[in-house]
């Protein structure tokens, strides 16, 4: 078990996760298996990264193939596979140009330089604050990290990276108070992700919007967690109706190969000229090519309508278990295949996804006691069905506990 004694003296990894004793070996669709050969059902989809399920066949052979040819050469040069994305980026977005990282944390970091230098650019160098959202998370790196503000995850990194003013969800008139003319952007989460699955409301989003446009500051949206279908929409913000001026995306985009994106209109990106920022294996051929794959599999006829599908029988399913285990579920949030359970005080999230992991079904913690589900865009109304029934075992076990 991990924690005893005898456990860190041979495992040489930084022990900065508190991880499950279990390894697993191979995957298919929302099934993995681990290495004595048992299945498990994935409500989990690495969070929300194997967006189309384990080892989809189209993308293990765009790799198997672009790993033959090439790998890597670098952003000294064109690369094909990775213009092709960003056109196909633009095409379903808001956008007129991509910047591709490794990482989440790094599309985030890319929003802020852009929204940074397109007032610097513009002569205006001391508007360069950020609003943000208590509860929100934007990565891990020293900028993401202050803009999200956790206190958790701040704790023992100082100094904090200035620039950043964080504000209550939901809460016009705080909003109205941080303005000020240093404020460059608000950057927020449509669907608040490791904060606790929590859906800004499409009132909130719009009044977000308006405010942008009337004192002439950037929105940014990070969709890491909630884009790329997860709520049924490409985009978790046109539930709104609205688009904002710069996004950031990584997780579902490739389907399990690390790699992000920060997509910005051309009036947004106009500082971010040649020289400006760069990342060594940003866009690079392999990534790219996996990339593809998922834009192409997401913009097939009926990719959508089946997230949609899913969701509704997993919606239904959900409400059932609450109402089955009232004792233990408090209430459900969330958007499409990005949902949670919010459990009552006393119960703590990580038991029931301990008891979860106990019947062979994957779902993670997240902030304010929720337990999160987001299966892959592709499972199966099978797949869902018996991962749902693991799951209902798992709160059973948890209630004979309690
Ligand atoms: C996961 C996540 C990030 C960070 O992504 P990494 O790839 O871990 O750097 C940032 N923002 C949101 C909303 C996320 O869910």
Redesign the pocket.
Known sequence: MFGEPGFMSDNHIMPTYARADVAFERGAGARLFDEQGNDYIDLLAG??VISLGHCHPRIVAALKEQGEKLWHVSNLFRIPQAEAAAAKLCAMSFADVVFFS???????EAAIKTARKHFAHAGQTRRNRIITFAG??????LG?LAA?GNPAHLAGFDPACPGFTQVPLEDEQAVLDALADDVAAILV?PV???GGIHAVSDDFLRFLRRVCDEHGLLLIF?????GMGRTGRMFAHEHAGITPDIM?L??GLGGGF?V?ACLATAHAAAGMTAGTHGSTFGGNPLAMAVVNVVLDEMAQPGFLEHVKAMAEQLDAALHDLATGHADIVAGLRGRGLMRGLQLREGVANTDLVAAAREERVLVCGAGQNVVRLLPPLTITGEELDEGLARLDRALRRLASQH
Do not use: L, M, W, Y
């Not at 490794?102 to 985030?108: D, T």
């Not at 929100?136 to 790196?141: K, L, S, V, Y």
């Not at 990070?222 to 909630?226: G, K, P, R, S, Y």
């Open positions: 969070i929300g490794n990482s989440g944390a790094e599309a985030v929100a998370f934007h990565g891990r790196t993401t999200g989460e608040q992700g490791e990070d969709e890491i967690q909630c950031a990584a997780k690390p992000g």
